[in-house]
């Protein structure tokens, strides 16, 4: 079993930044990638990016260029560096992780709210 806990989410105007963290702890050892989902109100659950244990990113279209995950493998910390934050972006983003015999877990999620 693995359990993270999301910190960093909060009130933020349009063009600011905010700076997720996730701390993974139980079973790490088998954590292949990790990374952020977000689910916006009254909206399907939705990939923002993902990072594999050998360094590979992913992200949305919707957040290239403005967002940033990073890894502190040693520490079992997942961060996600969100620039130019638009209303848009507003939601619940949650941690994610997938372990190499493809066990998946979820963070309980932390609130993004972009203000215009």
């Known amino acids: 079993q693995v359990q993270l806990v999301e910190s960093g989410g909060g009130l933020v105007q349009a063009g600011g930044s905010l700076r997720l963290s996730c701390a993974a702890s139980g079973s790490t050892r088998g954590i292949n990638v990790v990374g952020w989902y977000r689910q916006p109100p009254g909206k399907q659950r939705e990939l923002v990016s993902t990072i594999t244990s050998g360094g590979r990113t992913n992200y949305a279209d919707s957040v290239k260029g403005r967002f940033t995950i990073s890894r502190d493998a040693a520490n079992n910390l997942v961060y996600l560096q969100m620039n130019s934050l638009e209303p848009e972006d507003t939601a619940i983003y949650l941690c994610?992780?997938?372990?190499?015999?493809?066990?998946?877990?979820w963070g309980q999620g932390t609130q993004v709210t972009v203000s215009s």
């Open positions: 994610y992780t997938k372990t190499f015999w493809l066990s998946e877990y």
